[in-house]
């Protein structure tokens, strides 16, 4: 059996375990990795694991090959006769051990921005400082700030009640603020890290995709997506009034008395970003600063961010007691260990994906084209999983497990950041009734299906091209090599 079969075998059990067996994506992620593993002939995975030298050493029967060409080709033999299920779980293992600790920090981070009232604040804080006319910027400057570290539904979850509160104080404008709170939390969520949509598929890419680039990447681009969101949402608002209906969540969350201050709300947040990012501009521009090359390692800067959060959310709660913290930390830690399991699956998938030699095949298929090409083919390749099966973090994985390797058979003109954010944009489209993050939206927004798709699936679509459209002159103006 070839790569391509194999491929379409793995993919075909993702999609139809999440949509037709209602599988957890866990499950499904990890059935599909032991079938693709047990599927997978040995030599293909010999072969996959060779560099060009190794392979032309083996053909040649050349004996006067370096050591480490000898060693190479010894190691490639010794993974291909590994049982499958060998490979499976050690590949699970690597994925969890290099995003558990990030991804832990990022939910306790968000957890205690909810419960601090940080997050309050800063929406406040926002919504004060542009006015009442440029509330439905300051929705999407919030839930994009927010959706950094917080989950899209929590986002969306804090943000509707005041949209609610806002629809019933002006009497119009209830799209808007839906629109706007969905654009900005949509696209930090797919482009952002710690999110762990981008921060898998950043992890993919090795060194040449650092957190850090990452993250600056991710908020260029999301500025352009955003606005063109926001953009869409204003026509949208004029062309289509939607009422306001009674929904399962009417009332604010719960909120300690006192809010935190505008600048220790945004600490958690701000602090990883300028750490992380400022040690990958200084990456960039040849310099090393010890002390800041510790401090910007992404599991030093994000431990510092969650430990700030932790302070903030001890602060606002100690006239309550410490049981309440420790509540919140639990809570957290048990939404993060869903998630890990949920990235460390999709690494373990992307692994044996990668052992099939599905890299080599798909390279020599468009061998011969711009290596521009390969931005708009991983865009698809994103977006057709997002579609068949609904979920923007699955997507990314796949995707980025499938694209990395063909990506190191290019001699690309650009950084593979590009082709990482491409991905994050083609985790949009489209969103329709496969996708959890679509009944939520119209769940608490009151919007029935069809409101839901011709307005917010629509605006994901343009924000998701523009994306596209904007990594693509980057890579051609700004090729960052």
Excluded at 34 to 44: H, I, N, W
Excluded at 159 to 188: C, E, F
Aim: aromatic content about 6%.
């Amino acid at each position: 059996m070839g790569p391509v079969s194999i491929l379409s075998i793995g993919v075909l059990i993702v999609v139809l375990g999440i949509i037709a067996l209602r599988w957890h994506p866990f499950i499904a992620l990890v059935i599909a990795a032991l079938v693709v593993a047990a599927l997978t002939p040995s030599e293909l995975i010999f072969r996959a694991q060779l560099s060009p030298e190794a392979e032309v050493a083996l053909e040649s029967s050349d004996t006067s090959a370096s050591p480490e060409i000898h060693r190479e080709i010894a190691s490639a033999r010794e993974k291909a006769d590994t049982w499958f299920v060998s490979r499976v779980t050690s590949a699970l293992g690597e994925g969890c051990g290099k995003l558990a600790l990030i991804i832990a920090m990022a939910s306790v981070i968000g957890k205690c921005l909810l419960d601090s009232g940080a997050a309050r604040r800063i929406v406040d804080s926002l919504m004060r400082r542009l006015g009442l006319s440029g509330t439905p910027i300051a929705f999407s400057l919030s839930a994009f700030t927010l959706g950094i570290p917080v989950f899209f539904d929590t986002v969306f979850y804090l943000l509707m009640p005041l949209g609610k509160a806002l629809r019933r104080q002006t009497g119009k404008d209830y799209l808007l603020y839906i629109l706007t709170i969905v654009a900005g939390a949509t696209m930090a969520h797919s482009l952002v890290p710690p999110t762990p949509g981008p921060l898998t598929v950043a992890g993919f890419f090795g060194d040449n995709v650092s957190v850090g680039s990452m993250m600056l990447g991710g908020l260029v681009v999301g500025l352009f997506t955003v606005s063109a969101g926001i953009g869409y949402a204003y026509w949208a608002n004029r062309k289509w009034e939607i009422p306001l209906r009674k929904t399962d969540l009417e009332e604010l969350e719960e909120l300690p008395s006192e809010l935190p201050s505008l600048w220790l709300s945004l600490l958690p947040i701000v602090l990883p970003v300028l750490l992380i990012g400022g040690q990958t501009i200084l990456k960039m521009n040849g310099q090393d600063i010890a002390a800041m090359k510790f401090l910007g390692d992404k599991n030093i800067a994000l431990i510092l961010s969650a430990a700030a959060a932790i302070g903030l959310l001890v602060y606002s709660k100690r006239k309550e007691g410490k049981a309440n913290v420790r509540a919140a930390m639990q809570d957290a830690l048990s939404s993060a260990g869903v998630i890990i399991l949920i990235t460390s699956a999709g690494s373990a998938f992307g692994s044996v994906l990668k052992d099939t030699g599905i890299a080599m095949t798909i390279g020599s298929a468009i061998e011969g084209s711009p290596s521009l090409l390969l931005i708009p083919v991983a865009y698809a390749i994103t977006a057709l999983v997002r579609t068949a099966q609904g979920s923007a973090t699955v997507a990314m994985i796949t995707a980025g497990g499938l694209i990395a390797p063909i990506a190191s058979e290019f001699d690309l003109s650009y950084s593979p950041l590009y082709l990482a954010l491409a991905i994050g944009c083609g985790s949009k489209p489209i969103s329709w009734a496969n996708d959890s993050g679509f009944w939520i939206i119209g769940r608490i927004s009151g919007m029935t299906p069809l409101e839901t798709f011709k307005t917010v699936s629509v605006m994901m679509i343009i924000m998701s091209l523009v994306g596209l459209i904007v990594t693509l002159l980057g890579a051609i103006l700004l090729p960052l090599v």
